[in-house]
């Protein structure tokens, strides 16, 4: 869909989106996971990345790169949200097609995680819109996406995120306008050395996935972000 027809679809201007801070979007977060069980899978998830980086070296963030740093990431945090939660029905797919309710968009999806409700029913919880950058073409298809997915459900606020790996955005979508998370940075270099810093300043990411998983999967907030 050319980037003008989006922005008709979509009823703005991209580019006036403005930053605010993660916190904001998730003021009212509510999780069953305690503060320090998550704290333990920040530890899990900052030693993930710190493995990768070890066994890759700094990566150069091509898209191969980027899809490898996306499951080091979120993948220590599903399994603990599944263990901690006993919600086994959350499944993480590949290349997931997901259609809008009057067909004018829709594509298949890199990083879908799902609630797979029944045989014939599942939910949405997140989509990770894994390019080399967030702007432009990632942006619009994300915003695409985070429509699309409340269509679907026909209510609530949906969540979204889309990531070079390196940086994560979160974003939102109530029915009425899009809220954007300020950048938080995942992966830096020398982060082997500085688990304290790591932890201090972007660690945030893991509260950014557990509250989605938390909120997503339901009629009243589906968590969702961006498509390939």
Not at 7 to 24: M, S
Not at 96 to 118: M, P, R, W
Not at 199 to 226: P, R
Request: one cysteine or more.
């Amino acid at each position: 869909m050319p980037f003008e027809e989006a922005e008709e679809r979509l009823g703005l201007r991209i580019k006036n989106i403005k930053g605010v801070a993660p916190e904001i979007i998730m003021a009212n977060a509510q999780y069953s996971v305690a503060a320090d069980a998550r704290k333990e899978t920040k530890e899990r998830v900052y030693r993930h990345i710190v493995e990768y980086l070890q066994i890759g070296g700094y990566p150069t963030f091509e898209e191969n790169d980027v899809h490898d740093l996306v499951l080091y990431i979120i993948g220590p945090v599903l399994f603990d949200f599944i263990s901690m939660t006993g919600r086994d029905s959350i499944q993480l797919s590949r290349e997931k097609e997901i259609i809008s309710v009057d067909a004018q968009t829709g594509g298949n999806e890199e990083f879908v995680v799902v609630d797979e409700i029944s045989v014939r029913e599942e939910q949405v919880v997140f989509i990770v819109e894994a390019k080399r950058t967030c702007v432009g073409q990632a942006m619009k298809q994300i915003l695409l996406s985070l429509k699309d997915a409340r269509d679907n459900i026909g209510g609530g606020v949906v969540y979204g995120f889309v990531t070079t790996g390196q940086i994560w955005q979160m974003l939102s979508y109530d029915g009425a306008s899009f809220q954007m998370a300020s950048e938080i940075m995942a992966v830096f270099n020398g982060m082997d050395g500085n688990k304290e810093g790591w932890m201090k300043n972007c660690s945030i990411i893991v509260d950014c996935l557990f509250f989605a998983l938390e909120n997503g999967g339901m009629k009243n907030v589906v968590v969702g972000a961006g498509k390939k």
